[in-house]
């Protein structure tokens, strides 16, 4: 099992910035991959980045050159970098890892006010 602990999230003016966490536990041996997903209202969830262990990332295009991902492995932490963020980045957005199973944060939410 791995447990996921998602951390950063708040409230920012367009044009802010917001940094979230990620705290891996448990059998993180296990992991390939991890990402950030996100959920806005009345949307599904959707990819915002992602990692793998040898260190490759990917983006969504609404995000590349404002978003970064990033991940300590001696902290078990990744990290996404939010900048120049928008209104329409507002959303929940949810941790995930992936291994032989998909594991997922509680989420934490971030609003982003015009």
């Known amino acids: 099992q791995v447990q996921l602990v998602e951390s950063g999230g708040g409230l920012v003016q367009a044009g802010g910035s917001l940094r979230l966490s990620c705290v891996a536990s448990?059998?993180?041996?296990?992991?390939?991959?991890m990402g950030w997903y996100r959920q806005g209202p009345g949307l599904q969830r959707e990819l915002v980045a992602d990692i793998t262990s040898g260190g490759s990332t990917n983006y969504d295009d609404s995000v590349k050159g404002r978003f970064t991902i990033s991940k300590d492995n001696a902290k078990n932490t990744v990290y996404l970098q939010m900048n120049s963020l928008k209104p329409e980045d507002t959303a929940v957005y949810y941790c995930n890892a992936e291994g032989p199973l998909y594991y997922w944060g509680q989420g934490t939410q971030v609003t982003v006010s015009s």
């Open positions: 448990g059998s993180i041996f296990r992991i390939n991959r």
